[in-house]
């Protein structure tokens, strides 16, 4: 199927009658499904369920179809209750479409750090809004809007390009090419770079992207020569299309692959491991040469997402450090789907984190509520303390939570969450966070005021699904 970009949608069917049942394969995006199951009926029609495995969990895949001379008429729902979505399927050469031969892996051993990321990097990434929409007007646009609004200033500096900007097929000599959303990505780099920012890019270690692109599988030093060459200081390295031909126990080798040839182009590039927290990736992210990982799955602009990710990684803390952070996806702050309390939930807890700050919204378009949660300049600091040490979960009642982190200079960060659906009083005992009397300071980060300190405790009010950021010194 086209696309609007000039590329195709492709899904290939290998299929074999055999009575009345059909076996085979289907390649889809980045995923290879085994036809588990098949029917054909007396008016000829065929079902199909194919299926595969991903990680611990099954995939499955339906279709309805039906042979109308050398042409297969499909209908497919990727939910039952949505309308179905009618194509035709043709031949196509042979060989076409088939699974690349499987690459040999290299013996593990570890990549030297880059020097990069000695704070959690900051800046914006096309996918949560744009997704497929992405071109390079817009980027153009929000590198701009990063200047005038002030988010360049408050540290926000890499402009990153998610997926769905690749072409359809690589040039004569196997390079990358990209498709006519971004007819060239270096004047666009240059462009970028000209505004005191860095540019971004987006690649999969398998045959295809998340999204069917163009993936970088067999081409790893020279699509990282490319980007070299075209100035890219970042790079999100998404596992999708490697699933269809690695298990998850081989992850470590194919990202030092790749980890390998990113330094062999002797240029910076930051290294960011997209795999949703596989294979215990924390444990092994640093030795590839990564300074982000994934932990979690995607993130949505919903309470329920944001929280289920956010405060499921206190046990990871002993895993950040400079140059290396817990990634738990980027920011939803602006995009519309949380209240304003929930966003400052956002913001505190993902720097509690140490964690990436990669805005998602439209910079060109921002409220000042919204200005006013990423550009904190007193909660960025908590993000970006030198010390880089992740927050944990302290004392903990019911959806009332306490959470601390340590700071270079000696202060602790304090986050005190209302994860519940009504305003709640909430006290804070100095002694729990590591105080034997009163702090000599307490700053409240959202309220840009200071505090009095008295007493073994502090006692506060805060919002249904809100935070009170403290700092204490």
Not at 105 to 110: F, H, Q, R, S, T
Not at 260 to 271: D, M, S, V
Not at 385 to 391: E, F, I, L, M, T
Not at 462 to 468: A, E, K, R, S
Request: with cysteine; net charge neutral; glycine share 10%.
């Amino acid at each position: 199927m086209p696309r609007a970009d000039g590329t195709n949608s492709k899904v290939y069917f290998n299929l074999r009658q055999e009575g009345n049942k059909i076996t085979g394969t289907i390649r889809s995006t980045q995923f290879f499904y085994k036809i588990s199951d098949s029917s054909i009926g007396s008016d000829g029609v065929i079902t199909l369920t194919a299926s595969m495995k991903d990680g611990k969990s099954d995939r499955t895949v339906k279709y309805e179809a039906k042979l109308v001379g050398d042409q297969l008429q499909l209908s497919t729902r990727r939910r039952p209750e949505d309308k179905p979505t009618e194509s035709i399927a043709r031949r196509v050469p042979d060989g076409e479409g088939a699974m690349p031969a499987r690459l040999t892996l290299p013996a593990l051993k570890k990549i030297p750090a880059n020097g990069l990321a000695k704070t959690p990097p900051m800046g914006w990434n096309s996918w949560n809004l744009f997704k497929s929409r992405v071109n390079d007007e817009i980027v153009r646009g929000i590198a701009d809007a990063m200047v005038t609004s002030g988010m360049r200033d408050a540290g926000y500096v890499y402009v990153n390009i998610d997926d769905t900007w690749e072409g359809e097929r690589r040039d004569p000599q196997g390079n990358i090419t990209t498709n006519s959303k971004f007819p060239d990505m270096k004047a666009l780099a240059d462009y970028v770079h000209n505004k005191g920012l860095k540019l971004g890019i987006y690649t999969s270690p398998g045959p295809n992207t998340c999204a069917g692109y163009e993936g970088t599988y067999g081409h790893e030093e020279q699509d990282a020569k490319t980007f070299a060459a075209w100035g890219i200081d970042y790079v999100k390295y998404d596992w999708c299309g490697a699933r269809i031909l690695y298990t998850d126990e081989e992850m470590p080798q194919v990202y030092q692959k790749f980890g390998e040839a990113l330094q062999k182009t002797g240029r910076p590039i930051l290294y960011s491991l997209c795999q949703y927290g596989r294979d215990d990736v924390w444990k092994w992210g640093p030795d590839v040469g990564g300074n982000a990982w994934r932990t979690t799955g995607d993130i949505s602009d919903r309470w329920e997402s944001m929280t289920r990710i956010g405060f499921s990684q206190s046990d990871l803390a002993q895993y950040a450090a400079p140059g290396h952070w817990n990634d738990p996806d980027m920011l939803e702050v602006g995009n519309g789907g949380m209240t304003a309390d929930e966003y400052r939930t956002h913001m505190s807890l993902w720097s509690l984190l140490a964690a990436p700050l990669l805005a998602g919204n439209d910079i060109r378009n921002m409220s000042p509520e919204t200005k006013s949660i990423l550009m904190n300049p007193e909660v960025i600091a908590i993000d970006q303390d030198k010390a880089g040490k992740q927050g944990t979960r302290g004392p903990q009642q019911s959806d009332q939570e306490i959470w601390v982190r340590e700071l270079a200079d000696g202060a602790r960060a304090i986050g005190i969450f209302n994860r519940g659906s009504a305003p709640a009083d909430m006290t804070l005992k100095w002694a729990d966070v590591g105080f034997s009397k009163p702090p000599a300071k307490v700053r409240d980060l959202w309220a840009h005021a200071d505090v009095k300190a008295e007493g073994s405790e502090y006692k506060v009010t805060v919002p249904m699904h809100g935070v009170v950021l403290l700092r204490l010194k």
